[in-house]
């Protein structure tokens, strides 16, 4: 799994009209260089507001403004020689052991909330297959 070394919260805009309660979710991959990618609004659940829409365009760019600094220690996939138990070496790091970067897909629900002037909370959605 990729691990973030850095990554800030979207910016709740003064100037954003909400009133309630806003799930924008998202995907992106992370590279094998630890940078986030190929940002994508969708509507996975009913919950997820409407992507490309006005009402949502100040957030959307505001979640992806966010995504665009944050950055990860990549993910790798360990393949472990034979007659290795891969339990016994969970860093993978014991010799002839090959670590392999590779990009993967995230998801993320962002929720907008109007409540004392504006709250931002993420959660990060089951993996995407």
């Not at 829409?53 to 996939?77: I, K």
Request: aromatic share 8%; charged share 25%.
């Amino acid at each position: 799994m990729a691990v973030p070394i850095e990554d800030p919260d979207p910016v709740f805009s003064q100037r954003a009209q909400l009133d309630g309660v806003l799930h924008l979710c998202t995907t992106f991959v992370v590279t094998t260089e630890g940078e986030v990618e190929d940002i994508a609004f969708d509507r996975e659940s009913s919950a997820c507001a409407e992507p490309g829409s006005a009402a949502v365009a100040s957030f959307e760019r505001a979640v992806r403004a966010a995504l665009e600094r944050w950055r990860y220690f990549g993910a790798a996939v360990c393949t472990f020689p034979d007659g290795i138990d891969p339990d016994s070496d969970p860093r993978c790091d014991g010799p002839d052991v090959r670590v392999d970067p590779v990009p993967i897909r995230m998801r993320y629900v962002f929720t907008f909330s109007s409540e004392r002037g504006g709250r931002v909370s993420r959660a990060q959605a089951s993996p995407v297959k």
